[in-house]
């Protein structure tokens, strides 16, 4: 049985299959989210949205190749009661990006979907990442769960360094989180092509990395959050087939976000994965 029950505070998520988009990934429109709903994902993850709807950076933002993806999308999205709006047939996770925190309390309010993935792992805000800055963050958590009780999630950046993946860890635990995504891509990657030139247009051509590249840290991450949190953990990064799939979960993914390979794909990625 491949279904996954993922428990919230007041209400569950029942997913038919334990592979979902990593939010940004065939998931900023309607027909996009449409096309996830009809595919063989078990799960829909929205783009991470903001208060208002955003045109993002300029084009070119985006590049795929086998290995490694590199973007500056900079939170294109359709504003937050654009994703609030929709119903879907399976387990569907709004994702917000966290840019503005008073902003992101204001969204928490109004929004009536239950459950939420928090992006505070945003490699193109020009902002200090949150998921990098313990104590903003624990201050941050402490103000959410006073006022909120719906079902929160956390899509993480990459931890490289292991004292502030435990403080990370430590916070995590200190509240009711629902799950913790890792990882996110990684920041500040730079991608030239043969004839040195950028291959994406915004920030200077440097942006966030995903892709094969990104696996072996999406996994240790997963590896090492797994023997120190008590909530599930979603895992991503660089997930190209079932192999991939089988690694994260030997390593304590309870389910996986399928990203680059999905924008390389398309939604019939799923068909070959679940
Ligand atoms: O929109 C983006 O540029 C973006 C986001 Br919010 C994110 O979380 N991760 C990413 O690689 N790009």
Known sequence: MNQFILQGRNSNLIFKNKILNASGC??????????????????????????????????PRIYLSENVSLNSVGLANEGFKFYDSLKFSKPYIISIGVKDIELTFQMLKIIKHDFIELNISCPNINKPILGY????????????????????????????????????ANIINKYPL???????????????????????????GIGGIGGSYIKPFGLANVKKFNRLVKCPIIGCGGIKNKKDI?????????????GTELMIKGPKIFD???
């Open 246 to 258: 089988e690694e994260y979960f030997s390593v304590g993914a309870s389910l996986v976000q399928i």
């Open 26 to 59: 065939w998931c900023t429109t309607k027909k996009e989210l449409k096309d996830l709903e009809n595919s063989n994902c078990g799960g829909i993850v929205s783009k991470s949205c903001l208060f208002e709807k955003y045109e993002g950076n300029p084009q």
């Open 133 to 168: 800055d313990p104590d903003s963050l624990d201050d941050f958590l402490e103000r959410l769960f006073l006022i909120c009780d719906k079902n929160i999630g956390l899509k993480l950046p990459p931890y490289f360094d292991n004292s502030l993946l435990e403080k990370i």
């Open 272 to 274: 070959e994965l679940f």
């Open 178 to 204: 629902t799950y913790i995504c890792c990882v996110n891509g990684i920041p500040n990657g730079l991608i030239l092509d043969k004839n040195f030139n950028n291959v994406i247009k915004p920030n200077d």
